[in-house]
């Protein structure tokens, strides 16, 4: 296969990484040898053969609505950490500020 340059202090900086000397050869390698693999499946002679989304034929696995009864909201507020006019869930403060 060509040979291709490859800029890993780019690639490395890119996806804000910091390698070492030795991380950077083996990422060269392991990038090396995927740009090797994708140029030798740019040979393979695909006249004829259809372009496809996916391996396998797919249909639409959606299922029609039915109508359910729901659970009751006091059973469904009944896990909850706290409870405000009997309707809204009240959380643990994560932020400073004032109560609600």
Known sequence: MAEVK????YVAELARLE????QKAA?????GSIVDYIAELSEVD???VEPTAHA???SNA???DEVKPSYPRDVMLANAPGVI???LIRLPR????TES
């Open 85 to 87: 006019d009997g309707e």
């Open 56 to 58: 396998s034929a797919c």
């Open 19 to 22: 390698l070492t000397p030795e």
């Open 94 to 97: 994560v932020m400073p500020g």
């Open 27 to 31: 990422l060269s390698a392991e990038l």
């Open 46 to 48: 695909v006249e004829g």
């Open 6 to 9: 490859l800029d890993i202090d």
């Open 62 to 64: 959606w299922r029609e």
